[in-house]
């Protein structure tokens, strides 16, 4: 058996901190445990703090997976051509820059933010600050390997986004609420880099058939992990459609530590 959560209003409290009943619940849980997660590796190893991870980590809604230590076991990513095409193409329709989030060189991730930023997208860099990943663009263009490139918004906005990318371009989308702020993510990904494809990646690596996968959840980016689980399990605080497709609702919250409150039950 293997368990396999998302962070952000899953796994982490809403302040992005992990209970010392969460951190001791993972550290001495006898089966295997990792995530699946939007965030970068970076981004993930900083939130985490106190646990012992041991297993290939799903990162970047699927994009990439990597082992405990940051070794990159499998990357999906839109190349530069497509991507400067996408960024170039977007702009002149809608005077709109994403953030891009990737690589030139494998290993040495980017965190690419426009000069000049949208209301949003300056309101979520507070998060970055002295962050050696991001990096302001002059003349933006796209990396090598763009393993996720995110738009910010109001919600009408970007759905007008995402039918103009599904009209010219093959790619993957996912458009959710922030969990944090008064905005919208519109997530541009390869087509085959969601969380879906990524867990079924990870079921390959680990040689371990779906149905010994339970996963954990609370927004629309994870529905496609659920399709690919055994098992799937949503915190009390996840979207009702969420709820919906979930095997188990759990009754605590992810402030309630609802994900180590389920793992317990189970050593």
Do not use: C
Not at 63 to 90: C, F, H, N, R
Not at 249 to 267: C, F, G, M, S, W
């Amino acid at each position: 058996m293997i368990f396999v959560t998302d962070l952000d209003k899953t796994f982490l409290r809403s302040d992005l901190s992990i209970s010392e009943f969460s951190k001791k619940t993972w550290n001495e849980f006898k089966y295997p445990v990792t995530i699946a997660t939007a965030r970068s590796y970076k981004g993930s190893k900083s939130l985490l703090n106190g646990l012992e991870l041991k297993y290939p980590l799903i990162l970047l809604d699927g994009a990439m997976i990597a082992s405990a230590d940051g070794e990159i076991i499998k990357i999906t990513a839109i190349d530069k051509i497509l991507g400067d095409e996408i960024v170039q193409k977007v702009y002149k329709t809608f005077e709109d820059y994403p953030l891009i989030v990737g690589f030139d060189i494998p290993g040495d991730e980017k965190f690419l933010y426009p000069k000049k930023l949208n209301p949003y997208q300056a309101h979520l860099l507070k998060n970055y600050q002295n962050d050696s990943r991001v990096l302001n663009i002059e003349k933006f263009r796209a990396l090598k390997h763009n393993l996720k490139m995110v738009y910010l918004g109001d919600e009408t906005f970007l759905k007008e986004i995402k039918k103009f990318l599904h009209t010219h371009f093959n790619v993957e989308t996912k458009l959710t609420k922030d969990a944090y702020g008064p905005y919208y993510f519109l997530t541009v990904l390869h087509p085959e880099a969601d969380k879906a494809h990524g867990l079924k990646h990870f079921e390959e690596i680990m040689d371990i058939d779906k149905t010994d996968v339970t996963v954990f959840g609370d927004n629309i980016n994870d529905l496609g992990m659920f399709e690919w689980a055994g098992t799937s399990v949503a915190v009390k605080n996840a979207l009702e459609e969420v709820k919906k497709r979930a095997d188990i609702v759990l009754p605590h919250t992810n402030d309630e530590d609802a994900v180590a409150k389920y793992l317990k039950e189970i050593q």
